[in-house]
Nanobody
Framework: QEQLVESGGGLVQAGGSLRLSCAAS????????MGWFRQTPGKEREFVAS????????YYADFVEGRFTISRDNAKNTVYLQMNSLRPEDTAVYYC????????????????WGQGTQVTVSS
């Protein structure tokens, strides 16, 4: 049984928007942090954004520059990543993650990964 299932990826022109969704099992959703990472071929998976269980704390990578917003709906066990003003360099496979610990952004303490969803931004 998949613990995290992403959806919402696709092809969009530069400047456009996409909203990614991550449906989580009860077990995964109970983690203290949920977030999004991304990866391109030949590169390490990098942190994009995270949100605490309560939703009261959010963190973003520097490259986000105010363009993305992470949110969660605890009634639906779902986390979202709204991505606006997309750039070609945002092209990657985006992964949902759930875990615990202060080093979540470094992929330490990630207990669950989704299968990934492709985001492609054309110039």
């Amino acid at each position: 049984q998949e613990q995290l299932v992403e959806s919402g990826g696709g092809l969009v022109q530069a400047g456009g928007s996409l909203r990614l969704s991550c449906a989580a099992s009860e077990r995964a959703f109970s983690a203290s942090s949920m977030g999004w990472f991304r990866q391109t071929p030949g590169k390490e998976r990098e942190f994009v954004a995270s949100i605490s269980w309560s939703g009261g704390s959010t963190y973003y990578a520097d490259f986000v520059e105010g363009r993305f917003t992470i949110s969660r709906d605890n009634a639906k066990n779902t986390v979202y990543l709204q991505m606006n003003s997309l750039r070609p360099e945002d092209t990657a496979v985006y992964y949902c993650a759930a875990g615990d610990g202060v080093a979540f952004r470094l992929r330490v303490g990630v207990g669950y990964w989704g299968q990934g969803t492709q985001v492609t931004v054309s110039s």
